[in-house]
């Protein structure tokens, strides 16, 4: 330094000190890929007061079930670590392949479903279902975009892996051995087999995905295995029996699978590269195309390209660094689905219809199903606010597929694809929407359709329950969920009015906005609830809001989280609750009676009071305050669910509950940003409280929309004041139509609410009725 300094003199050395300091900062700045970290989602909460009762004895607790797999964005092939070995393990009510906790690793996908299972082994080796497992260091453990890697501790191996679109690529740094292995299977549902040469192994699985796995060194043995089923009581073994042939080249059936064996010096690395595809020559094209070499680092650095414009669409300042990771890594997961089946001119089997199994091409990028019940509450605007382009494939895919069945996708529960047709036709995306609704009409009038219990819903308004026998203590698991599936009806109804409308279907207009109105035949005043009803009418009893009755009248929520599950309505909600006062007061309830059931719900995870952000019947109530007039509720709201459910455990990897490929993820985003779609229909994006101090959305359609928060900090959440476009801001929501050209939202933040900023009823989000 002091030779530095009798270089220069003066202001000269002030300016280049000055410049120096600002180029290390710029140096030492983590990018949102450095951020985003693929382990975010796949730890439980681990505080008692967040989790509830949950789980159930004998599993364990939810985490987000997200995946730390290498993947591309959208990508079909996900590479990544198996840490449950659920061929004879079944630790929760999802069949999760990922746990932060668990210390085992069994092995690594390698692409999607039906794609086979890899595992390097050193020494001897047990094959599937019990699978030779190993103790992995969590220390050295690293998911990030396009990358995983893990140290092996039992077999001193490290696994890293990344992926293109179709294929992957492992890279497997061994011991000294002359037994170092690497085992390939197809799992429990099998296929076929075969060792084609010294470096090449490749099979079929039942579901008809076809792989190639070709080594970058010739293996000098190998072999084949499978496993027999157990074939009654009194065979030796519960899980059946193992055959394993050495130097047989093919087999079929369960668990179908090759070992081959390397003699490795220390730290000798063999790559393994994978390719799938609907034949064998398919997948051996997409080697060749994809992954033509064996350079590990170019693909990792390639996966890394694909997932910086990604993630570089949204750009924050300001907010602590634990803050951005979890941001950038809920945005990375909120790329989670639909994933791509096909791009642009690729073959495709056809998996449902009258041409299930039909080898067919696509003349544009086709993806899997949405799941409306899950991302079809949030995510999907997300994506249509960050890759609108992208989303007409989604919405062409998913038309074509009601085109194969006959009815468009419902997804687990509700029958919700509206949503993503309406809401993307209200933010301007372009699309043949009249093609869409004789599939979107045909689901809610036909009874035969995938609407559950539709008959009832359309003779009297509303959906009856049988009350189970034999299962008398809540959560029931059994039932028609009634009431909740009434709500999701009505919902949908109006966003089916609005649809009808937009098109100049009066009749269908009307008709749809009267059934629009169902929820109400659900609520009972009695008891200020929405209410399950036996077929004679009658409110069903005993009814205790508190418990949470799993299908039973509600739908994997308790009736204090189903009551507010009327977003399309939300000021009709009021009216029923007694007008605004009484609304608000109701949530203050809503939010503060502690969570006591006696009832277990495994996905009841990451309680403030009787709410659940764990899952989705109640996750968008938080906004509800923006309604009745206290929208500072919202905003102290939405900064305590984003601090306490998301990265609050020891690990800072916990999320409430399932993230149900990316739903619980983008809640994070947009809320992170100071906004939610409390109705995807609508184009309408109600306001919480954001906590970054600034955060530049490049939205898709090539223009930016920035919020600026002045003055924030954790204690500063509370909006004072508002401009959007330099204009005073008084409304707590704004709608597309608003940011659509570029926009600028400054919010002044302070310590104490400012209770007459967007609290007069004229400056309430919209809803279906009138005060």
Not at 389 to 416: C, I, P, W
Request: glycine share 8%; proline share 7%.
């Amino acid at each position: 330094m002091s030779s530095f300094s009798r270089s220069f003199a003066g202001a000269s050395l002030l300016v280049m000190a000055s410049w120096c300091c600002s180029a290390a900062l710029a140096q030492n700045a983590k990018t949102p890929l450095q951020y985003a970290n693929g382990l975010v989602g796949t730890a439980p909460l681990d505080q008692q007061k967040l989790i509830g009762n949950a789980p159930p004895p004998g599993e364990q607790l939810y985490s987000g079930f997200t995946s730390p797999s290498a993947m591309l964005p959208h990508s079909s092939t996900w590479v990544g670590p198996v840490n449950a070995n659920l061929d004879v393990n079944y630790p929760a009510g999802v069949r999760a392949e990922y746990f932060y906790p668990n210390r085992m690793m069994y092995g690594f996908t390698t692409g999607d479903g039906d794609s086979p299972m890899i595992m390097p082994v050193v020494g001897t080796f047990t094959v599937p279902p019990e699978r030779s497992a190993s103790v992995y260091d969590k220390a050295r453990e690293k998911s990030s975009p396009g990358y995983y890697s893990v140290y092996l501790d039992d077999f001193h191996t490290l696994a890293e892996m990344t992926a293109t679109t179709w294929t992957s690529l492992f890279r497997f740094t061994f011991p000294e051995s002359d037994q170092s292995h690497v085992l390939l299977d197809l799992g429990r549902w099998g296929g076929d087999i075969e060792v084609l040469d010294d470096h090449t192994v490749r099979g079929k699985s039942r579901g008809g995905r076809y792989f190639i796995a070709e080594f970058s060194k010739p293996f000098t043995k190998f072999g084949v295995f499978k496993q027999h089923p157990a074939e009654g009581p009194n065979d030796y073994s519960m899980i059946g029996w193992d055959e394993v042939n050495p130097d047989e080249k093919t087999i079929s059936g369960n668990f179908a699978g090759a070992y081959v064996q390397f003699a490795t010096t220390t730290n000798e690395q063999v790559l393994v590269k994978i390719g799938t595809g609907v034949s064998y020559e398919k997948a051996e094209s997409q080697l060749s195309a994809e992954d033509p070499g064996w350079d590990f680092d170019r693909m990792h650095r390639a996966a890394e390209e694909a997932w910086a414009p990604k993630l570089n669409a949204i750009e924050v300042k300001g907010g602590t660094e634990k803050e951005r990771m979890l941001f950038y890594s809920c945005l990375y997961h909120s790329y989670a689905s639909p994933r791509l089946e096909a791009k642009k001119g690729d073959e495709f089997i056809v998996r449902r219809g009258p041409d299930r199994g039909k080898v067919d091409k696509v003349a544009y990028d086709r993806y899997s199903e949405v799941p409306f019940w899950d991302t079809g509450r949030n995510q999907i605007v997300l994506l249509t606010l960050l890759e609108p382009q992208m989303k007409l494939d989604v919405l062409q895919s998913e038309l074509d597929r009601a085109k194969e069945r006959g009815y468009m996708a419902t997804s687990f529960h509700g029958d919700n694809a509206v949503f993503m047709y309406l809401g993307d036709w209200e933010r301007g995306l372009k699309f043949d929407y009249a093609s869409v609704y004789e599939y979107l009409r045909k689901n809610a009038m036909d009874p035969k359709g995938p609407r559950g219990h539709l008959e009832p819903y359309l003779q009297q308004g509303w959906i009856p329950d049988v009350i189970p026998p034999g299962n008398p203590s809540p959560p029931y698991a059994d039932g028609n969920a009634g009431a909740a599936t009434t709500l999701e009806y009505a919902w949908d109804d109006y966003a089916m009015a609005m649809y009808a409308k937009k098109l100049g279907k009066e009749d269908d207009y009307q008709m749809f906005l009267k059934r629009a109105h169902n929820y109400e035949n659900v609520f009972d005043p009695s008891v200020g609830f929405m209410r399950g009803r036996t077929a004679d009418g009658k409110f069903i009893s005993p009814f205790d809001p508190k418990e949470p009755y799993y299908n039973f009248m509600m739908k994997e929520g308790s009736g204090w989280s189903t009551l507010w599950l009327v977003p399309h309505d939300v000021q009709g909600l009021e009216n029923l609750l007694g007008g605004r006062e009484k609304f608000d007061a109701k949530l203050d309830e809503f939010f503060s009676t502690p969570y006591t059931a006696k009832g277990i719900c495994r996905d009841c995870t990451g309680v403030i009071g009787q709410y659940v952000q764990g899952n989705q019947p109640d996750q968008q109530a938080a906004y509800y305050y923006d309604w009745g007039g206290q929208p500072w509720k919202t905003q102290k709201l939405a900064r305590e669910i984003l601090a306490w459910m998301y990265g609050s455990d020891k690990t800072s990897y916990a999320f409430p509950g399932m993230d149900d490929q990316g739903s619980t993820a983008s809640w994070y985003v947009m809320s992170a940003l100071g906004f939610y779609p409390v109705d995807p229909s609508s184009p309408n994006y109600i306001m919480g409280s954001p906590i970054f101090d600034e955060a530049t959305i490049h939205m898709g359609n090539g223009h930016d929309f920035t919020v600026i928060a002045k003055n924030n900090s954790a204690k500063n959440m509370y909006i004072q004041s508002a401009t959007l476009n330099g204009k005073p801001w008084n409304k707590p929501w704004f709608s597309h139509a608003d940011i659509e050209n570029g926009a600028k939202l400054v919010l002044t933040m302070g310590p104490a609410p400012n209770e007459k900023w967007g609290s007069a009823p004229e400056d309430a989000p919209p809803s279906m009725s009138q005060r």
